[in-house]
């Protein structure tokens, strides 16, 4: 890629910054933020993500393309289609996959950030992939309590980085956060994903399997693992890559026939935009795969049905995977 990746960095911190504000400013309106405002391809759409969808546009329009010529590829915005700024031809063009708000759902409640996602490739047209990626950033968008916001960025083959910025002075602060070293689950944050009704129950007779296998039976008036439902694939990454989670997996995709095979239809599953932020994990130091345990990879796009199971290390891989693909199978096939 001819474009600098710093320079891409640099325009899309300034546009997260840009979503970050006025999702703020939106929370503290007191404006009703959890209207149902359309049904797009990969998800439903509220009146929060509705309203950030004109800065996409205009940011990637505006600002960006000038700079550096640009495909987007957005989550709610022009239905999804690719937008494209700039000379088609640019030998520096770059494709960008965002997710305006990932975590929607907490967010517009008031209850859980929410985080602004992009992931910048060469422009491969549909050919791109998640593995194309050489710049991803991913920006906390807080709660109107909050007065301070973490950023998490990676650069391909060269550093990565988390930051916090103070909303109220401006200022930012780099942050010493890694994944957690822990080589058992004990006294740590893991789960399986299971945040909507449809195939729960089978998802949590995996989970308790899982954990009986790999930390042991319940012991009488003691917690010996914890878990965390994060409605929102972005914020599950920055919990492992800051220490806070050592295991989550998403494996909704794997449920599509034991659903089918019971008469039930298959809910939401995650997408490439949900795990835009997938680099920043990984140069980290976070082992990734897909539900089947195969490296982790998609199409640049808003459609795909995709899942990820997440090791906050390699010790805690080796002691958790072979268990664990092996009750996949068991039980979903």
């Known amino acids: 890629m001819v474009a600098d990746p710093r320079e891409i960095l640099r325009l899309v911190r300034a546009f997260q ?3 970050r504000a006025h999702v703020h400013a939106r929370l503290a309106s007191g404006a009703d933020a959890h209207a149902v ?24 329009r505006d600002t960006f393309a000038p700079r550096i010529p640009c495909t987007v590829i957005a989550e709610g915005v022009a239905d999804d289609r690719p937008l494209v700024f700039g000379d088609p031809d640019a030998p520096d063009r770059v494709r960008i996959l965002i997710d305006p708000i990932d975590g929607t759902r907490g967010l517009m409640y008031d ?3 929410a985080w602004v996602v992009t992931a910048v490739a060469p422009d491969r047209g549909e050919a791109t992939r998640l593995t194309d990626v050489v710049v991803a950033v991913q920006s906390e968008l807080p709660t109107q309590k909050m007065t301070r916001a973490d950023v998490l960025w990676a650069i391909r083959d060269d550093d990565w980085g988390i930051e916090r910025d103070d909303l109220v002075t401006g200022t930012t602060t780099p942050l ?3 994944p957690s070293r822990a080589t058992t689950l004990e006294h740590g944050f893991a789960q399986l994903a299971r945040f909507f009704a449809g195939g729960k129950d089978v998802l949590a007779t995996i989970e308790e399997a899982l954990l009986r296998a790999v930390v042991g039976p319940v012991v ?14 972005a914020g599950q990454l920055v919990e492992l890559v800051t220490g806070r989670d050592r295991f989550t997996a998403d494996i909704r995709p794997r449920l599509a026939d034991v659903l089918a095979a019971r008469g039930e239809a298959m809910g939401i599953t995650s997408h490439p935009y949900d795990l835009g932020g997938l680099l920043i994990a990984q140069m980290a130091g976070v082992e990734i795969t897909d539900p089947w345990g ?6 640049l796009d808003t459609t795909s049905a995709l899942g990820f199971i997440a090791y906050a290390n390699a010790d805690l891989r080796r002691a958790i995977e ?8 068991e039980h979903l096939g």
């Open 220 to 233: 009488a008036g003691r917690a010996r693992v914890f878990e965390d439902q994060y409605i929102c694939n």
């Open 17 to 19: 910054r840009e979503v």
């Open 176 to 178: 010493p956060h890694r």
């Open 37 to 60: 405002a359309a049904e797009a391809p990969g998800d439903t759409i509220y009146a929060i993500d509705a309203d950030v969808e004109p800065i996409v546009e205009r940011f990637f």
């Open 111 to 113: 209850k859980r950030s």
């Open 322 to 329: 072979p268990t664990l693909l092996r009750l996949l199978d």
């Open 294 to 299: 195969r490296p982790l990879d998609a199409p």
